[in-house]
């Protein structure tokens, strides 16, 4: 119903039109995969590790000879790898040397809301900002990324992103592939518009947000990394502003899944087609045989979406790409067979809920408002358990993400969740009419003062206030900003 007039308007304006985009087959892989550098770090007298990071403008060419103006950390488009140990103390000195306002969230994290680096820690042009925190979880792949209000679809889609792995001792007792670049690939997936003598448009909007129809992975086009090992680990980061991706292999094998956002599974989940939205990733295992191209695709269904045309086909999810070419050498390093269990999973601790809070998404509104940045919508006691439920209620799929915890999923439409969303997550795709039970424990960093986010991932819809706010307090602490007269069981 809506539908059908935003169709018309929006193949009007004749950006990326309802029209389904396909680059399956139609692109030849001929650049290879640039790999991000590990960030560099120093430890200081007290043993903190110190890292930096400077955002900066700068250009890229993603055509050869034709500059692009981008951003990026310590360079001209994306940033470093941060690698950190659980248990460690790491502090990130950020200096903006943009010439306007942004800040540096880190996504996935556990920390302190004040180092969060979400609406409230914004970082002036010429300032530099130095979030310290000791790393206190699981291995996992998690990201970085502006989150500047009403500005986050610009500054990423820009270019201001990067990974950030957290190790530790469980995930490195385990035989799987961490030779970082080699074995164990980065793979960072942003769609892009380009011209036609290939600069990088940052205007492309649509409905569902900014949306490209090529992608670029680690900042190339159509890249391909040759291999030498038998087993090869991609870290999938869908970082892109509006897009959701079903990835899979060309040849149709299985996408292996060993992690998602916040850790390890339990064990290894083959799939067909491993499905991200805005913010989420996927770790994948890949068994490669000498001599063999594979390719990496993303064949998006409105199945998939969960969406009915034409919602679909404005949230690309009728679009088809190949995503990234891999290359095995003539004789590859032999990989041991994995473990059948990989780690234990504590069970979903429904049963100590003291708290159940319902997100309804609607429009580009949760619970029937907008962000408000003086406003606390919910108060939530440290070393609580809650059930949070995510109701999406309207037409359009959104990402629902919660900064500061790494949450399970203890039912989708009241069934239990197929094993892919079994292990930790921090955001979810939120299809129209389904409904999550999401259970949260929140521990340490009490804080009045300072809220966390949550929020639709889709950056558009995030810029344009699909977002609240949360404090973790002490028992029988009241947050300083004013809250929510809502009352909650
Ligand atoms: Cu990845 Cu609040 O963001
Ligand atoms: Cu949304």
Redesign the pocket.
Known sequence: VVGAGVALAFAGCGLVGPTPVSTIGEVDFDTPLPVPPIAESTVAADGTRVFSLEARAGTTEFAPGVPSETWGFDGAHLGPTIIAERGERIRVDVANALDEPTTVHWHGMHLPAAMDGGPHQMVDPGETWSPEWEVDQEAATLWYHPHPHGETEQHVARGLAGMLLVRDDVEAALPLPREYGVDDLPVIVQDAAFTDDGRLESSARGFAGRMGDELVVNGARAPFTDVDDELVRLRLLNASTARTYAFGWEDGRTIDVIATDGGLLEASVALDRVVLSPGERAEVLVRMTPGEELRLHSVMTPEAAGLKPPIAAMNGATDAFDVLELRAAETLDPAPDLPERLRELPEVAEGDVATTRTFR?DG?EINGGTMRMDHVDETVTVDTTERWIVENAGE?P??FHVHDVQFRIAAIDAAPPPAEFAGWKDTILARPGSRYELILRFEDHADPDTPYMYH?H?LQ?EDQG?MGQFVVVAPGQRATMTEETNDHD
């Open positions: 998404l580009f359009m959104h990402s639709c889709l819809h699909m």
